[in-house]
């Protein structure tokens, strides 16, 4: 992603009515690191829910996979800690893969390169730095079946009829056979999911300032921190988190050689995470054109990974 993205993308979101930043900006280093504190949180039930699906069900996924050899590829793969678990068990049960972690970070794909490869000294490890568009190019002329994960509740990160459209754009990429293992996170007591995106500790509130930070030193950015509170809501009908940072003063900023001018009160949306019920997913998966789909819950029924198959 080269800085004159960044640059066009941050000015358009703060000179739009109302002011937006885009979440996909939130990962420089630093962010990236507050996320892994985020992951950490007590309150942020995600992670270790997930993680519970995949140790006690992924043998029941397997089940479901007719063939014994696939390319597991993975979206946003991440460091693959959780991903190990999945990758035993396909292992454990004689199935012949390659795994194909998709990035936009390379440093990460190393970590991840360099964790799995310890872990399963004769997996067969390919990653693919790049924006999802690049990397899933060239997954595409591959042989084997495919698996391709989606985890974490990334996809609740897509606004509405995006989160379709992504899916959509995905399945161009597979073709007859192939799979689809979505990790999505349900709709719940609004307590519950308020908690995971207003802790009391405040890492939430570092996260999404970090940005602004972020464009201080990449854009030239004047923004004073202090200046800004951050404000989370969940509705429980539409399932929709969403994020913002308020002015807490009449203020101006300057951005990449330009002046941008925030009201007292004045809310920036940063990020929306949408939570969807099992009747949701089924939907989803219906108009993004998949054929069949199988949910798999923790114990709690916090979080499903959905198997949707071509
Ligand atoms: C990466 N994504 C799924 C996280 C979420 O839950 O929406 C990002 C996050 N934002 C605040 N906390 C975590």
């Known amino acids: 992603m080269t800085n004159t993205n960044f640059e066009k993308d941050i000015l358009k979101g703060l000179k739009s009515e109302p002011k937006q930043l885009s979440s996909k900006y939130f990962y420089d280093e630093k962010g990236s690191e507050i996320f892994q504190e985020i992951m950490q949180m007590d309150s942020y039930y995600l992670p270790g829910c997930e993680t519970e699906i995949l140790t006690k069900k992924s043998q029941e996924i397997i089940a479901l996979l007719p063939n014994t050899t696939y390319d597991v590829v993975e979206l946003g793969a991440g460091d693959g800690t959780k991903t190990a678990i999945f990758l035993d068990a396909l292992l454990k049960s004689e199935k ?59 996809i609740g990160n897509f606004e509405g009829e ?93 951005v990449a050689g330009q002046t941008i ?17 099992i009747t949701d997913l089924v939907q989803l998966r219906e108009n993004a054109g998949f054929k069949t789909d199988h949910h798999f819950t923790d114990s709690q029924r916090y979080f499903s990974i959905s198997l949707f198959a071509y």
């Open 96 to 154: 012949k893969i390659n795994y194909l972690p998709l990035d936009i970070s390379p440093e990460i794909l190393e970590v991840n390169k360099k964790f799995l490869i310890e872990k399963f000294p004769d997996l067969n490890v390919l990653p693919i730095a790049g924006d999802y568009f690049e990397t899933l190019e060239k997954i595409k002329p591959r042989k084997n079946p495919k698996i391709v994960l989606f985890l974490g509740s990334n």
């Open 162 to 254: 995006k989160a379709v459209a992504f899916l959509q754009f995905v399945r161009q990429y597979l073709g007859e056979g192939d799979l689809f293992l979505l990790g999505a996170d349900l709709k719940k007591h609004p307590h519950t999911i308020l908690m995971a995106y207003d802790d009391p500790e405040g890492i939430t509130k570092r996260f999404n300032l970090n940005l602004l930070h972020r464009i201080n030193k990449e854009l030239k950015g004047s923004f004073v921190l202090e200046n800004f509170d951050h404000f989370a809501s969940y509705d429980p009908l539409s399932g929709t988190t969403k994020s913002f940072l308020i002015s807490k003063v009449k203020q101006n900023a300057q």
């Open 261 to 277: 001018a925030f009201e007292r009160d004045e809310p920036v949306h940063m990020e929306i995470s949408q939570k969807y019920n």
